[in-house]
């Protein structure tokens, strides 16, 4: 019986379309001949390397530990492992990429990498403050609909000290 081997499509690797790269971090959700397989299929170059989560495991989906935009990358490069570390760095500013990096325990706890480039209507960039902003304002619209629909059925909670992840002191 053939062992099963994985490539998670949004989960297991980062995609810089504009320069054709797959970044991936190797675990046993992105099978390195699945991942060569999707790269030569559609044109993308892999960069491959390993990261670890907080007991030292393999982290398993790229996309908590890093983030390509169209000029930046959002990245935990302290996950990676010592011996992959330059390599994807190298990749990332060879693209043209501007590094932003985030800590382990933005990665950890936070799934920090876990991030989107958001465009406007006209296809424009919008800055990371607008972005943030419209998103506030939408978690706080749907954070309203919820406790509105839990209050409605009886849930227990402390409605007027809610903990939202979006606040500063979380």
């Not at 046993?28 to 060569?36: A, H, I």
């Not at 990498?113 to 978690?139: D, H, S, V, Y």
Request: net charge negative; charged share 25%; glycine share 8%.
């Amino acid at each position: 019986q053939e062992t099963p081997v994985f490539l998670e499509a949004r989960g297991s690797m980062v995609l810089d379309g504009v320069n054709k790269i797959a970044y991936a971090a190797i675990s046993p959700r992105t099978n390195l001949d699945v991942l060569q397989q999707f790269c030569d299929k559609l044109g993308y170059q892999a960069v491959t390397f390993k990261a670890y989560g907080s007991a030292g495991e393999l982290i398993y989906h790229t996309n908590v530990m890093m983030c390509v935009g169209d000029t930046f990358a959002v990245v935990a490069l302290d996950t990676v492992d010592a011996q992959d570390r330059e390599k994807l760095s190298a990749s990332l500013r060879g693209s043209g990429k501007e590094i932003i990096e985030i800590s382990k325990e933005q990665t950890y706890q936070h799934f920090a990498g876990n991030m989107l480039q958001i465009e406007n209507q006209q296809g424009k960039n919008l800055p990371p403050a607008e972005t943030q902003r419209l998103c506030r304002a939408f978690a706080t619209e749907q954070i309203a609909r919820q406790n509105a629909d839990f209050k409605r059925l009886g849930v227990l909670g402390d409605w007027d000290r809610p903990y939202r992840t979006m606040d500063p002191r979380n």
